[in-house]
């Protein structure tokens, strides 16, 4: 099997470390073309001595010199750029086969359209592509006749349970969510939740902001619209369902009732693995599932009124055209509002459904690529506008 060529967004965060872990793990089936970043300069300029990318990006402009400084003894040097047209070039560059998406955000979905036009396929890590630019990029896989393999854990799941399954037969979709941290909470107490109880994540090791959504459950509110671009389920037929163990990844139903699922550890190296080697399987030294280890595997239904931002997702889903990458924006606004302890966490489904309403006159059904993008920076003034009405709470504990 030829080594596959890959460039990587969001070297420096949890997708892109678990990501360079395969490689580094497979260096007879995968090499780095390209690398982009964040701010973690010493971390960056570690992966380009291990990696050897040909050309790597860094999201802020300022840190240009001192990366420079950082690996000024690496051979060969790398091309260096820089902000975000340099993580678009980096998407685009080269002979790269596949490009993980890892950047978290809003700010994944122009360098995802970049690889796309390029002819790359693209392993997705960033939901945000798909939930805000769904109408845009889909049509743009299609046309360049690239393949778009999910890379988180739920879809992957989904994905893999699909294979083999003849059109037509997907009857329904069901989403396992863990809960996130506040799962065993009363929704009384909800109002005194602080930034640190909402990054305790019971299972996954996760940036901030994706633990954030996983303790209001938008993650899985999320997933339901990639969900349904992805694999063209009605909204009707995705469902959400609490497993605590998070040993269940998703399931599907297809036309006979037979429900198929795909199991394993709570660990993102598997799709990672997956949407890079797909259609076929590699052989990991990684720790099987145990299923007397992993003990009883429980299930309950969501508490609609401790999770308020599923319904949210699913309203703006439904409503579609630009209204998921108002939800998406606003949602990225709110739990960067709430990081910085400006908001309270009850106030984040607030402020977006304020941004939501408001929206709601102005959407339109078939979106470009400019209205999704006049769409995210609407919604994130809206956000900020709305956090700071007297109805909501302007400072964690007030």
């Known amino acids: 099997m030829a080594v596959k060529a890959i460039t990587l967004l969001g070297s420096t965060g949890s997708i892109g470390t678990q990501t360079l872990d395969i490689v580094a793990n497979y260096p007879d089936r995968f090499r780095i073309v390209g690398l982009a970043a964040g701010r973690n300069i010493a971390l960056l300029a570690a992966q380009i001595r291990q990696f050897k990318p040909e050309i790597v990006a860094i999201a802020d402009p300022t840190q240009l010199n001192d990366l420079k400084a950082a690996i000024s003894d690496v051979v060969p040097q790398p091309i260096l750029v820089c902000g975000e047209a340099g993580i678009?070039?980096?998407?685009?560059?080269?002979?790269?086969?596949?490009?993980v998406t890892g950047i978290v955000g809003c700010a994944g979905l122009l360098p995802t359209i970049a690889a796309i036009e390029a002819g790359k396929d693209i392993a997705l890590a960033n939901k945000e592509t798909l939930i805000a630019g769904g109408p845009v990029v889909l049509p743009l896989v299609k046309a360049h006749g690239v393949k778009l393999?999910?890379?988180?854990?739920?879809?992957?799941?989904?994905?893999?349970?699909?294979?083999g399954v003849p059109e037509g037969g997907l009857k329904r979709i069901i989403l396992t969510a863990s809960g996130g941290a506040f799962r065993d909470w009363p929704v009384e107490k909800l109002a005194q939740v602080t930034v640190a109880d909402a990054l305790k994540h019971p299972n996954w090791s996760m940036g901030r902001k994706i633990t954030v959504d996983s303790a209001t459950l938008m993650n899985k509110g999320l997933e339901v619209i990639e969900a349904h671009y992805l694999f063209g389920a009605d909204y009707d037929r995705i469902d959400i369902v609490?497993?605590?163990?998070?040993?269940?990844?998703?399931?599907?139903e297809v036309q006979d009732t037979s429900v198929l699922a795909q199991l394993g550890w709570p660990d993102m190296r598997l799709p990672l693995l997956y949407a890079l080697s797909w259609p076929a399987?590699?052989?990991?030294?990684?720790?099987?599932?145990?299923?007397?280890?992993?003990?009883?595997?429980?299930?309950?239904?969501?508490?609609?009124?401790?999770?308020?931002?599923?319904?949210?997702?699913?309203?703006?889903?439904?409503?579609?055209?630009?209204?998921?990458?108002?939800?998406?924006?606003?949602?990225?606004?709110?739990?960067?509002?709430?990081?910085?302890?400006?908001?309270?966490?009850?106030?984040?489904?607030?402020?977006?459904?304020?941004?939501?309403?408001?929206?709601?006159?102005?959407?339109t059904s078939t979106p470009s690529l400019e209205d999704i993008?006049?769409?995210?920076?609407?919604?994130?003034?809206?956000?900020?506008?709305?956090?700071?009405?007297?109805?909501?709470?302007?400072a964690i504990g007030a």
């Open 88 to 99: 678009v070039e980096v998407a685009a560059y080269g002979d790269s086969q596949s490009v």
């Open 149 to 163: 393999l999910p890379a988180d854990s739920e879809h992957s799941a989904i994905f893999q349970c699909l294979q």
């Open 242 to 252: 609490i497993h605590p163990q998070s040993i269940i990844h998703s399931l599907i």
């Open 281 to 363: 399987r590699i052989a990991t030294d990684w720790e099987p599932l145990d299923l007397v280890k992993s003990g009883d595997l429980t299930f309950r239904e969501p508490n609609h009124e401790k999770y308020p931002c599923m319904g949210l997702a699913y309203a703006a889903g439904r409503a579609g055209g630009c209204l998921p990458a108002v939800l998406n924006a606003a949602n990225e606004q709110a739990v960067a509002l709430f990081l910085d302890e400006k908001i309270a966490f009850l106030d984040i489904p607030r402020v977006i459904e304020k941004a939501c309403d408001r929206f709601q006159s102005q959407n």
């Open 373 to 394: 993008l006049h769409a995210d920076r609407w919604a994130r003034t809206a956000v900020l506008e709305a956090s700071q009405s007297p109805a909501t709470t302007v």
